[in-house]
């Protein structure tokens, strides 16, 4: 063992002793807000598909049809080159929706607060950030020239 990897060692042991690690679930089902982790029957809490919406037959449906005429994915990110028309529609109906000029839409929640946040805040702004905040939060906040 390298000093540095001996280095690490020590700190995931003292980590270890006060109770900071975590071991990773296995879930046996489907993500959704019931579940079977590690053979247990569970209420699922900690996921992003709170309402079931991943497992909805027409949600799924809709995802089929898109990946028949689309296919996988966009193969680059739309500031890079473009996007489809598909997705002009989808920010032009958020516009729509929202009865403003433009809409946007974006990939993940993390891709809008480290990319959006830089945007909004200014050299001399000041913000406030619970260190509990969202690491996306964290990030945006840390990539913009506020204070």
């Known amino acids: 063992m390298t000093e540095k990897t001996q280095y690490l060692a020590e700190k995931v042991a003292e980590m270890e002793e006060r109770g900071e690690t975590w071991d990773l679930r296995t879930l046996q089902t489907p993500s959704k807000p019931n579940v079977k982790v590690e053979g247990k029957e569970a209420i699922l809490l900690a996921a992003n598909n709170y309402l079931d919406l991943a497992n909805d037959p027409r ?8 990946i028949d005429e689309f296919g996988m994915g966009a193969g680059s990110d739309w500031s890079i080159a473009g996007y489809m028309e598909v997705q002009e529609e989808l920010n032009q109906a958020i516009a729509d929706f929202k ?12 891709s809008v607060n480290a990319g959006v946040l830089p945007q909004l805040l ?26």
């Open 122 to 147: 200014e050299d001399g702004d000041v913000y406030l950030s619970d260190k509990l905040n969202h690491g996306s939060i964290i990030d945006g906040v840390r990539l913009s020239p506020a204070d």
């Open 59 to 66: 949600v799924k449906a809709a995802a089929q049809d898109a």
């Open 99 to 110: 009865d403003t000029e433009a809409g946007v839409s974006l990939q993940t929640g993390f």
